[in-house]
């Protein structure tokens, strides 16, 4: 399994992607830089967290113009599994890989902490592994994670099952008092109709090394590694 990992200038998550892909995980791990336009024949492409461009005009809006994008847009729309986290996830909503889009904070404020999220449904690549009974403990870091879509849009994302995970109490009660952010019905991750294309805000790799004590996040990533290699 080879992992393709972007790197924009302002990427400040994509060390501790190749890390987790590549020492924990035990993967063949290729760094992408934002002007190349071969992705080396990857069977996963993520997108990891950061500025990219410096998040100037609005986080991802740069980004979507490099010309690594136009590969990965065809890579996705081919059926190739596509993964986005924070910053990345932004970046796919601009590209228009994913709906909706990603809003400033509600509390206007840059939020950096442990959260826990609730996966929805076990149809898909991240959350096929996972017990959706089971909060997962996971870190946020951002300050326009607040996602946003129009009311018709989330009822087919409702139907379709692109809804993945949203933010709960350790308990895994849903509500607003454990939204971090202001995101519709507590979204946390979200995916494509076609169910190749992820993105979520909290960074799973920050919780999938022993040493951090917190693993929770480890169990998404296999998640994915799992299904994609079930389906080559």
């Avoid at 400040?12 to 290729?30: A, K, P, T, W, Y």
């Avoid at 924070?86 to 990603?102: A, D, R, V, Y």
């Avoid at 879509?149 to 692109?162: C, P, S, T």
């Avoid at 993105?199 to 999938?208: N, T, V, Y």
Wanted: proline share 5%.
């Amino acid at each position: 399994m080879k992992i393709g990992v972007v790197i924009f200038p302002g990427t400040s998550g994509d060390r501790d992607l190749i890390h987790v892909f590549r020492n924990v995980l035990e993967q063949e791990v290729v760094e992408l830089w934002h002007k190349d336009t071969d992705l080396q024949n990857a069977d996963i492409i993520v997108i990891p967290g950061g500025f990219a461009y410096g998040n100037y005009l609005r986080p991802g809006a740069l980004a979507k113009f490099s010309p690594i994008m136009e590969s990965i847009v065809a890579f996705a729309k081919s059926g190739g599994f596509v993964l986005g986290i924070s910053n990345g996830f932004q970046i796919l909503c601009e590209s228009g890989l994913l709906p909706g889009t990603l809003l400033e904070n509600e509390s206007m404020q840059f939020v950096c902490k442990n959260i826990c999220i609730l996966p929805h449904g076990t149809t898909t690549a991240l959350t096929a592994s996972l017990d959706k009974n089971r909060p997962l403990k996971i870190p946020i870091a951002h300050g326009q994670g607040r996602y946003y879509a129009d009311k018709e849009e989330l009822a087919r994302m409702r139907i379709n099952g692109q809804i993945l995970f949203r933010y709960c109490s350790e308990d895994g009660l849903i509500s607003e008092v454990v939204n971090p952010n202001g995101s519709m019905e507590n979204i946390a991750g979200i995916c494509n109709e076609d169910y190749n294309v992820f993105g979520m805000m909290p960074f799973p790799e920050r919780a999938a090394d022993d040493e951090l004590g917190n693993t929770d996040g480890r169990l998404i990533l296999e998640s994915l590694i799992r299904f994609v290699k079930g389906t080559a």
